[in-house]
Structures are given as structure tokens and as C-alpha cells.
């Protein structure tokens, strides 16, 4: 019997943003399938109404591999995409796989011959490259920097001379209440000539994407506690 597909499909990034992130496709898909691996059980129900979901809450299967179920077997999550099922993927926010634990997810799916087709939706990630102005050409996602001051720093340091040295854009985050500490070290630790681009509350009507030197931003500090942002810094 041939194995189901696996779908990943995106999540909005913000509050009364889905119709910035819905296509026609992904609609069609939510109603082909009954069953979902997700990392929120709460938000994937709630983002699945909103994106026009006809099916019946109740008559989901829905697997949750969130924090306090990360240790389970994840091949328990599989037994109808090998029965011929199609399953959909979905992160708390953005697109699975991408800064989300939904990986294992989709390398397990390879390694069971699994078909993954990804759906169009919102990535912070390339959103905030595609608005800094920096090279899209040449990137790197660090994902989160050491939580220690003296690390952070160091490693702050050592992303402001990898962007110069390989003219390449250097792209990292930080969890919303360690935003502003996360910024005052970036704006103590970087030349004056650095540039830094801040995108925070991406596709909310908050959304904020600014791209200025150090120097500049040491002018006029943006408050961030507990707003999700995304920090990118290039030195050409």
C-alpha cells in the first residue's frame, strides 16, 4: 500500500494576520485531510477554523509534539500517513521545520519514504531578510545566541566580523522578554558602522523593520520586551 503525504503547512505569525498568509491551496489541503501532528494543539485548531476548515473539530486526529511531549516516539505520529493517509504538519508560528522542532518530523518522513510537500506561507526568518536591505545571497540563521553575558557578547562579536569578512548577512533571535537585554549588547559590542536590522511583530499592524547603523540605533533605543523579533547584521 502506498504511504500518505505529509504536508507542512504554515501558521500565521501574528494575531489578525491569516489573511496574509492563506493561499487557495492551502485551504484545499486543510479539507483534503482529517489528521495533524502539530506543535500547539490549541493554536493549530485555532489557526485551522480561521483558514476556513469545514471538518468538524471533534473528527481531527491531532498528535501534539510540543514541549511536554517532545520525548515520545515520534513513530507514533506515523501509523496513518504508512496506512495511506495524508497528514498536515504545523508549527505554533511560521512554517514547520524552519527554528522548529518540526524537523524530526519531516527526516523521519524521509527516512520512511514518505512524500513532504511544503506549502507557501510566512517565514520571519526570510521576511526580515527580504525587508533589511542586506545580502540575500549570502546568509546565516544562528537561531538563539548564549544566554551568558560574556558568551553573548563574544559571540556577538564574532558574527559582526563573519559578516564583514564574507560580506554575509548574519541573522539570529532571541526569546521576546530578552529582546532589550539581547539589543543593549548588540549596540555595546558592535562598531559604530554595523548595521543592524530590527524586524519585530512581523505582519501584525505593530510590525516594526528598520535598518539603521549602530551609531544610529544608539540614538533612539526601540522598546522590544516581549515582542518577537528578528536581529540581522551586515558589514559590506
Excluded at 504554515?10 to 482529517?34: G, R
Excluded at 495524508?86 to 522548529?100: H, I, T
Excluded at 519514504?113 to 517565514?123: A, D, E, R, T
Excluded at 559604530?192 to 528598520?210: H, N, Y
Aim: aromatic fraction near 8%; charge should be neutral.
Amino acid at each position: 500500500m502506498p504511504t500518505g503525504t505529509l504536508f507542512l503547512i504554515p501558521v500565521p505569525l501574528a494575531e489578525n494576520s491569516s489573511a496574509k498568509s492563506f493561499t487557495p491551496y492551502l485551504v484545499d489541503t486543510i479539507n483534503h485531510i482529517n489528521e495533524y501532528i502539530v506543535e500547539n494543539s490549541k493554536t493549530a485548531r485555532r489557526f485551522l477554523k480561521e483558514a476556513g476548515l469545514k471538518t468538524p473539530q471533534n473528527e481531527l486526529i491531532v498528535h501534539d509534539y510540543g514541549k511536554h511531549n517532545r520525548d515520545s516516539d515520534i513513530k507514533e505520529f506515523f501509523a496513518g500517513l504508512l496506512d495511506g493517509k495524508d497528514v498536515g504538519l504545523m508549527s505554533e508560528a511560521g512554517c514547520p521545520g524552519v527554528a522548529d522542532p518540526g524537523s524530526e518530523i519531516v527526516a523521519y518522513a524521509h527516512k520512511r519514504g514518505i512524500k513532504v510537500v511544503p506549502l507557501v506561507g510566512p517565514s520571519s526568518i526570510l521576511l526580515a531578510l527580504m525587508a533589511s536591505g542586506f545580502n540575500g545571497q549570502s546568509f546565516t540563521f544562528h537561531g538563539y545566541l548564549p544566554i551568558d553575558k560574556v558568551q553573548r557578547a563574544d559571540k556577538i562579536k564574532e558574527l559582526e566580523a563573519q559578516a564583514e569578512r564574507h560580506s554575509q548577512t548574519q541573522i539570529f533571535i532571541e526569546t521576546p522578554f530578552r529582546n532589550n537585554p539581547m539589543l543593549e549588547e548588540i549596540l555595546r559590542s558592535c562598531k559604530p558602522e554595523t548595521r543592524l536590522c530590527i524586524a519585530c511583530d512581523l505582519t501584525s499592524e505593530e510590525e516594526l523593520v528598520q535598518t539603521k547603523s549602530i551609531k544610529e540605533w544608539k540614538t533612539k533605543v526601540p522598546e522590544l520586551h516581549k515582542r518577537p523579533a528578528i536581529f540581522l547584521i551586515f558589514k559590506s
